[in-house]
């Protein structure tokens, strides 16, 4: 099952079999976002402390499937104790290795230059590459980098 | 398993889509509950008057014109002895598919005879086609909505409903539900419904295209199905209803066609069915739709409806003896009151990594909340895999949707 294979890959299939950073953060102080596919029901609920322009803590709840369920896992293990700076660098690294066939689909809209992908920079998060073969899990793959980008962004307008 | 009704290797010739490969294997349709494949002879059909005939309907006097809508109004008489209506030419609306359908009963019927404080009676098992346009109407009116419960069987439980129905002005019920496969007792609720004074309306797009209908019989004041699900075109549905009904009923869209007379500040509407049929109307998909309809009688909806029930029972004592208790199907057992239609649930696989492994395998299955959140939220699961039954299903098909469920078990072991 060769292209299966790229999806499923064995760090995808870890994550969603033993998830990290499971749970939820005490809300207030952490800032609580959900995410939705309505197409397909999956949900990712992200928890998240932004302590002193830094991602002091997050957790991750909901229910989906693999591809969402280990994405979400993968990002907190990726982006916790990271600068706001930094969490926003890498969602643009990730969206950017996902939006191949977003651009395809026509689902573009970001603005912006495509970033020049650097894989190495991603580390397990790139083991999700595999995803744009199957351009339809897409969406399930950027559900809890959509939610968190979210969340962020709410905390910012809160303080300022 | 003794052989099935029906001659699935000869009819698997019909559909052009069957002879194609994805990821190098025979494609495995089972996702005709979502929409049917197309046999040659509808598509040559609506070809054929694209380059033939094609004019408006209703307008020109010229000889294609005039064919064109001979064509229209003869797709509604077909549709209309297709589900035993008595008078095709006054009761069958063409809308654009079951939930418009249904949309156009509560926009027009709805409005004109519910008020504030009013109650209905839906199901829990209904699509979203039969239950959001309804808390539309009930935000914009304030109406009561109540449900009847849907058992641990996946069979309307109906033990109080005399006492649910007391005081309701509509019952709508799906014939057939889109996720646990119950064929509900449609005539039996219909009659509880109208001896307390309730219309019902019914969503057939589900059992319509799998089994033999008589409207004169079913009970239901509504019916609505599509086109797309019985081997016709997207684009077109139907509403059915009874004559003094829709006489009486306000118009739905405004526009050219379903008009008497435009005055600057007035308008006086066309009788029904014109009435709701604002616009130039699916011409080529009517003229499709009745091929479709030609196809199945050919076949005859009793055979289609007598294979379909024997591949279900085959399909779900094989699915136990092959997969046991890793594998749950909701909905009732095998039985008469089952049609085509099996949610799988497999190991802890998340539906969507179901049907992404059963791809790999050409099975072409849904997944997701098969627009029944409110279902699917009392069956206590997210997401299911839906495989459904077609005329040209067989026992094979069944065997490699065993052998996809068994290898998305090995790889999420």
């Known amino acids: ?90 969602i643009r690294t990730f969206k950017g290795m996902m939006s191949i066939h977003e651009a395809l689909l026509g689902h573009e809209n970001e603005t912006e230059e495509p970033e020049v992908i650097d894989v190495e920079k991603l580390g397990e998060l790139a083991a999700l590459q595999g995803v744009v073969k199957f351009p339809v899990r897409i969406k399930c793959a950027t559900l809890s980098w959509n939610a968190l980008a979210q969340g962020l962004d709410e905390v910012a307008a809160e303080a300022s | 398993m003794t052989a099935l009704p029906l001659n699935v290797e000869a009819l698997r010739k019909d559909f052009p889509l069957l002879t194609r490969t994805v990821h190098d294997r025979p494609i495995v349709y089972l996702d005709s509950a979502s929409s049917a494949l197309q046999p040659q002879s509808v598509i040559n059909t609506m070809a054929r008057y694209y380059e033939t005939t094609h004019a408006n309907v209703h307008r020109g006097v010229y000889a294609t014109a005039e064919e064109s809508t001979h064509l229209y109004e003869h797709a509604r008489i077909m549709t209309g002895r297709f589900i035993g209506a008595n008078e095709p030419e006054h009761e069958i609306v063409f809308t654009k598919n079951t939930t418009e359908s249904i949309n156009l009963v509560a926009h027009t019927w709805g409005r004109a005879n519910l008020k504030a404080g009013d109650r209905i009676l839906l199901t829990e098992m209904e699509h979203h086609a039969n239950i959001v346009p309804w808390l539309m109407l009930a935000e914009e009116i304030g109406l009561e909505i109540r449900y009847i419960p849907v058992d641990g069987e996946g069979r309307l439980d109906l033990d109080d409903l005399s006492t649910l129905v007391a005081g309701v ?49 079913l009970g239901a004041d509504f019916l609505a199905f599509s086109a797309h699900k019985m081997m016709g075109p997207t684009g077109i549905g139907v509403l059915w209803a009874r004559k003094e009904l829709l006489n009486a009923m306000p118009p739905f869209l405004g526009g050219g066609g379903m ?26 998909e009517a003229v499709g739709l009745s091929a479709a309809i030609e196809y199945l009688d050919e076949i005859g909806m009793d055979r289609i409806r007598a294979h379909e029930l024997a591949l279900t029972n085959h399909a779900l004592a094989r699915l ?12 009732p057992p095998a039985g008469a009151d089952r049609g085509g239609v099996m949610s799988i649930a497999y190991r802890d696989v998340h539906a969507h990594d179901l049907a992404q492994v059963l791809d790999q395998f050409g099975v072409c299955v849904r997944p997701g909340h098969h627009c029944a959140k409110p279902l699917m939220r009392k069956l206590g699961v997210q997401a299911t895999a839906r495989a459904s039954l077609s005329l040209f299903s067989d026992e094979h098909d069944i065997e490699v949707l065993i052998e996809g469920l068994l290898e998305a078990g090995r790889l999420f072991r």
């Open chain 2, 320 to 331: 136990d003896e092959k997969l046991g208790r890793d594998c749950r199907i909701f909905g």
């Open chain 2, 259 to 284: 008009i008497l007379d435009v005055k600057l500040d007035s308008f006086r509407p066309a009788a029904p069915p014109a009435r709701f049929e604002a616009g130039t109307p699916p011409i080529a």
């Open chain 1, 1 to 90: 099952m060769g292209d299966l294979d790229d999806l499923y890959r064995e760090i995808i299939l870890d994550h969603y079999r033993s998830p990290r950073n499971r749970g939820e953060l005490e809300s207030p102080p952490a800032h609580r976002v959900e995410g939705f596919n309505p197409l397909c029901g999956d949900e990712v609920v992200v928890s998240l402390l932004v302590e002193d322009g830094k991602l002091a803590d997050l957790k991750i709840g909901g229910s989906g499937c693999s591809i969402s369920q280990s994405s979400a896992s993968l990002m907190s293990s990726a982006v916790k104790g990271k600068s706001v700076d930094e969490v926003f660098q890498l």
């Open chain 2, 169 to 217: 002005k509509l019952v709508g019920l799906s014939a057939m539900s889109n996720v646990l496969g119950t064929i509900n007792p449609v005539t039996e609720i219909a009659a509880v419904a109208h001896s307390a004074g309730a219309l019902v309306v019914v969503d057939g797009a589900q059992l319509v295209p799998h089994a033999p209908i008589k409207v004169t019989e």
